[in-house]
């Protein structure tokens, strides 16, 4: 077994009180106590946590327990409904989780493709055999937390599945508005460009009228939210663009607010980017267009 000085919770969920005839509430405790409990820590991975019956002060507790544990074992004897419910908690949120029962339980048909591992209370042979395959179950689930065993994660999660659908619409709308952002700034800058080269020209005399100052500041929410996220699976060089693309925004934006007090100066800072904006914004602006064409279709 592996051995760790830290040991991990494994959190157990099971009947409290009489199930059968058979399995009453005296033979549950005994069962974790006597069995499961001393079981799970020969693992040297897990302490060993029971759940608490199901009451409305302890709720919260029990569904932490049931989302953050990293293992999780589930004793389906006698069908407890109780049990069930927990199980659907967890499996709704995280994988690493061992289903056990006594053999000759049915389970149903939602259960039934997932692999349980049967115990025999009154078999000895077959007992040291499930003990093994129990041990080697916690092991395997300590060192392989994300292999799946959970069919409501496979379901929305992994390619293909309804996780990759709602996180692929999500990401057309935010590059929907990424688009949009990047044209809007295409034509914000070519009116301040405008506006620089006519300031220049009427100092100098070769074109009538006062100076006039773009109050247009370049938007720049939708491109901070790609950085920041990293929500596309992209390139170093296509993130490499992005900021680029930003610094460009931030430097023009900061000059924007004291262009009327220093015309002169910003002007001619602004004029020497034209060309460079203008490019960066295009490259970046297709940039995200090949992206949006491999995930959707463009509207």
């Keep these: 077994m592996v051995k760790k000085t830290e040991r991990f919770k494994c959190f ?14 005296e033979y549950w405790n005994k069962h974790y106590t006597d069995f499961l409990e001393p079981l799970i820590e020969s693992s040297h991975v897990f302490k060993s946590e029971r759940s608490e019956a199901l009451h409305g002060d302890i709720i919260h507790q029990i569904i932490t327990d049931l989302v953050t544990a990293p293992l999780v074992v589930a004793d389906l004897t006698d069908a407890n409904s109780n049990v069930y419910w927990e199980l659907g908690v967890r499996q709704s949120f995280k994988h690493g989780t061992i289903t056990i029962a006594e053999y000759g339980t049915k389970r149903p048909f939602d259960l039934s493709t997932k692999g349980t591992l049967y115990y025999y209370p009154s078999d000895y042979i077959k007992m040291e055999k499930f003990k093994r395959k129990f041990l080697k179950a916690i092991v395997d689930c300590h060192e392989n937390p994300e292999f799946p065993d959970s069919h409501v994660l496979e379901a929305i999660g992994g390619r293909g599945t309804l996780y990759q659908i709602l996180m692929r619409d999500e990401s057309l709308r935010r590059l929907d508005a990424l688009i949009a952002e990047t044209h809007s700034n295409q034509d914000a800058w ?24 773009a109050t247009y500041i370049l938007r720049h929410c939708c491109i901070d939210l790609l950085i920041s996220t990293r929500y ?26 004291h262009w009327p007090a220093r015309a002169e100066k910003i002007e001619k800072w602004l004029a020497q980017r034209a060309s460079e904006m203008s490019k960066t914004t295009s490259e970046f602006g297709s940039l995200v267009k090949q992206h949006k064409e491999t995930i959707g279709v463009i509207k």
């Design 232 to 257: 596309l699976s992209a390139t170093p060089n296509f993130y490499e663009t992005a900021e680029y693309y930003l610094d460009l925004v931030m430097r023009i934006n900061e000059r924007l607010p």
């Design 12 to 25: 157990v969920i099971m009947p409290f009180t009489k199930s059968s005839d058979i399995h009453t509430e």
């Design 190 to 213: 070519g009116y301040i460009v405008q506006n620089c080269k006519q300031n220049i020209k009427k100092r100098k005399g070769s074109m009538k009228g006062e100076p006039s100052y």
